[in-house]
């Protein structure tokens, strides 16, 4: 996802030009990171189907067995936008639409959004964190499982408090946000698979 700010990208110039300063192998348009972003939204997307897939035939909680679909389902959405649904990588040209309102061109949703995706990244932030708090609730917790058992063993643990608050501080810097939420959904991917949903 490219977006209107990124941190320490460009540097004014003494004519009040700006110079990218990344180095492009790594930031540009399919380098490095945005690759390691969408794999990494993947193999979280994978790894919660496997752990409500054991799940299934384990308990049957049909909270945590929904919540993780619909967690695996929002991962692999953010990984196929990520890559332009794969625009790039098979070649395929822009329907007019998108070449003409995308700020991009390219075929995908995010970046009709640009210059407000960062609100989205600080809703998602104060979220993460109401979450984490109120998970150490047991009365949060009961009222959850009371809706639908088990969506409150997807809550994330408390030492993700820190993600949330790093999420807070860097939600201006869009590509940043998105390598350290992609990290923090396999890391939270794994800890719900050792947590026994799997």
Do not use: C
């Amino acid at each position: 996802m490219k977006a209107s700010s990124s941190i320490h990208e460009t540097q004014e110039t003494g004519g009040g030009g700006r110079v990218d300063l990344r180095p492009p192998l790594i930031y540009e348009e399919d380098g490095i990171f945005e690759t390691l972003t969408a794999l990494g939204y993947l193999i979280a997307a994978a790894l919660i189907v496997v752990a409500v897939r054991k799940e299934r035939a384990g308990r049957g909680e049909l909270g945590l067995v929904i919540g993780g679909l619909l967690l695996a389902a929002g991962l692999f959405l953010m990984a196929m936008e990520e890559i332009s649904w794969g625009q790039r990588i098979i070649g395929w040209e822009s329907p007019a639409y998108f070449q003409d309102n995308n700020d991009q061109s390219e075929t995908n949703l995010h970046n009709f959004f640009n210059d407000a995706i960062w609100i989205a990244y600080q809703v998602v932030a104060m979220v993460l964190a109401s979450l984490i708090i109120a998970g150490d609730s047991a009365r949060f917790r009961r009222l959850l499982d009371g809706i639908l058992p088990g969506t409150a063993r997807l809550l994330p643990a408390r030492e993700f408090i820190w993600v949330a608050v790093l999420f807070v501080l860097i939600a201006h810097y869009n590509e940043l946000f998105e390598e350290v939420f992609a990290v923090f959904a396999v890391v939270y991917a794994l800890r719900l698979q050792d947590s026994g949903a799997g």
